[in-house]
């Protein structure tokens, strides 16, 4: 099961290597050549994340899989922090809303505090922002 979506983020970060590797020296500065910051991988990315995550909805998980879902969708980007991909993995958290409602109070809690930990206020976007009072909301 997580081995798929696992796949999603290791075929991204080696897609977005080989953007790098074709790219000209300026691509992208002054809006030349291509840009590897818009090439279509990240959007690609960004859906196939989305589309697994509604797949897995579906199969009404367990708690624990949500959890090892929800745990993953987290913390996987910190190790990419530095690099380019790291912002579309992160901006990936927002697939964690549908599975929100199927989240139990205590699931709930632990992916707050797996969000809440992993990343600093002034590191938060609006997304996480959300996710945390939803997630605190929901976990009462």
């Given amino acids: 099961m997580l081995t798929s979506l696992q796949e999603l983020y290791t075929t991204y970060e080696q897609t977005l290597k080989d953007v790098r590797k074709k790219a000209k020296l300026f691509d992208g500065f002054f809006g030349l050549g291509k840009d590897p910051k818009k090439d279509p991988c990240h959007e690609a990315f960004y859906e196939a994340v989305g589309a697994w995550v509604a797949d897995f909805v579906a199969t009404e998980p367990s708690q624990?899989?949500?959890?090892?879902?929800?745990?993953?969708?987290?913390?996987?980007?910190?190790?990419?922090?530095?690099?380019?991909?790291?912002?579309?993995?992160?901006?990936?958290?927002?697939?964690?809303?549908?599975?929100?409602?199927?989240?139990?109070?205590?699931?709930?809690?632990?992916?707050?505090?797996?969000?809440?930990?992993?990343?600093?206020?002034?590191?938060?976007?609006?997304?996480?922002?959300?996710?945390?009072?939803?997630?605190?909301?929901?976990g009462q």
Avoid at 123 to 137: A, G, H, I, V
């Fill in 64 to 138: 624990g899989d949500i959890w090892t879902v929800a745990q993953f969708l987290v913390q996987h980007p910190l190790q990419y922090r530095e690099r380019e991909c790291y912002w579309f993995m992160f901006a990936a958290h927002g697939h964690l809303k549908p599975m929100i409602p199927l989240m139990t109070p205590d699931t709930c809690r632990l992916v707050h505090d797996c969000l809440e930990t992993s990343y600093k206020k002034a590191d938060r976007m609006p997304l996480q922002k959300e996710l945390l009072k939803t997630l605190k909301k929901n």
